[in-house]
């Protein structure tokens, strides 16, 4: 009456040898598939000033707005100008480290749409009244009538992904909320 108990642990050491085989697998296709870097745009858009001013649905922003926590076309305008743009439109995180060969992904989880755009210099965007008096950069100049900022673009729940990064430094701003910034380090794979 000994196979009863053999039984069990024969079976319990296959299933120890396929998960072994199972994590050698998962080990190797994580060095082989590229990673992954995630930045997040994000923005409290008012969508009742928003919309107004821009159209139905541009801003479908799920902040409680009713209660105080989203801010207006008017104050977003009012605030860039003053020089202190509102912080609540923001790519997180503003630095960001990376191995070449790694994918960037920004991923819009504003109201609004954005842009993800490299950029030389850090300077102005496409709209004016935002800009607090920088020169539009070249890379965002034209607006969406550049189909080179064009492709930039992220709407409300999209993302992009920036794949090639040569090794260096990079830099992204968005082309309408000039101010959302974001600086990139890209490094070969056995720097450090
Ligand atoms: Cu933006």
Redesign the pocket.
């Known amino acids: 009456m000994r196979t009863p108990t053999i039984r069990p642990l024969a079976k319990f050491g296959l299933l120890a040898g396929c998960l072994m085989f199972a994590g050698a697998t998962f080990a190797v296709a994580q060095e082989n598939s590229p990673s992954l870097a995630q930045v997040v745009?994000l923005?409290e858009c008012d969508p009742a000033t928003f919309n107004t001013a821009l159209g139905p649905d541009f801003c479908k922003n799920v902040a409680l707005a009713a209660l105080g926590y989203a801010t207006t076309l008017s104050d977003l305008f009012a605030k860039a100008a003053k020089g202190t743009p509102d912080p609540g439109?923001d790519f997180e995180p503003d630095t960001l480290r990376l191995k070449q060969g790694t994918i960037l992904s920004a991923v819009d989880q504003g109201g609004e749409p954005?842009?993800f755009t490299e950029v030389a210099q850090f300077g102005g965007g496409f709209v004016d009244g935002l800009n607090h008096g920088e020169a539009v950069v070249p890379e965002c100049t034209g607006g969406f009538s550049n189909l080179a900022v064009a492709k930039t673009r992220i709407l409300q729940g999209s993302h992009i992904e920036v794949t090639g990064l040569s090794k260096g430094e990079h830099r992204f701003q968005?082309c309408?909320?000039p101010w959302?910034r974001v600086t990139v380090q890209v490094k070969t794979r056995g720097e450090k």
Do not use: K, Q, R, V
Request: proline letters at 0%; glycine letters at 0%.
């Open positions: 745009a923005d439109w954005h842009t968005c309408i909320h959302m």
